[in-house]
């Protein structure tokens, strides 16, 4: 098990939560969008989410700013969070906007308020598990879409409940987080995603 564990933080990296949550999301609502549409807002958010973020970790990385991908240093995660955060503004602007995709929007707006207190917190040398502000997130909002849509989906949402934990203990045992690290990121992860529902649930 031990051997396993790690796996899920690899699976489950915040880097990939806004493309699983945006997957969730066009899955979920079928009446609307097309395929083609479908295809276009998931490979924006991917582009914007995943290829963007990866492409500034390799030239952080090679002039000596980031050593891992887990950037597991306080000081090594202000500047990946403050390009996620000028990245979701881009998307909420441009792209994921409240007229169109309002359940998504509010999805990513909630992303870019944890981002800005995880960011934040640093300065109080507080370092919060992103791994685990993103896939409480990520929780919230399919159980919230789910409600919202009528759509069955316990295993889905069992299978993610299920995920917070395994990622919490993957985070422990690659020696990443302590538990207060680990509740730190729940908390950043779920509240703003818990407050904003209050705007379009």
């Known amino acids: 098990m031990k051997k396993i564990l790690p796996i899920f933080s690899y699976i489950f990296h915040p880097i990939f939560i806004p493309a699983m949550a945006t997957l969730f999301y066009l899955f979920f609502n079928t009446t609307i969008f097309g395929t083609e549409e479908k295809l276009f807002v998931f490979f924006q958010v991917t582009i914007i989410t995943v290829i ?3 492409l ?3 030239i952080l990385r090679a002039v000596g700013k980031i050593d891992s991908i887990m950037v597991a240093e306080v000081t090594q995660r202000k500047i990946p969070l403050i390009l996620q955060c000028f990245l979701i503004i881009i998307l909420v602007r441009k792209s994921i ?10 999805f990513f707006l909630g992303a870019l308020l944890s981002t800005i207190l995880a960011l934040l917190s640093l300065f109080g040398n507080i370092k919060a598990s ?3 502000m993103a896939i409480s997130a990520l929780t919230v909002f399919v159980i919230a879409i789910s409600l919202h849509f009528q759509f069955q989906n316990t295993f889905i949402i069992a299978f993610l409940i299920l995920a917070n934990g395994l990622v919490a ?10 538990n207060k690290e680990l509740v730190i990121g729940f908390i950043l992860g779920s509240i703003p995603q818990l407050l904003l529902l209050f705007l379009w649930l």
């Open 52 to 54: 963007i973020p990866l």
């Open 56 to 58: 500034f970790f390799l």
């Open 97 to 106: 906007t409240i007229q169109r995709y309002p359940e998504l929007h509010f």
């Open 130 to 132: 992103l791994h685990m």
């Open 169 to 178: 203990s993957s985070r422990i045992e690659m020696n990443a987080h302590t």
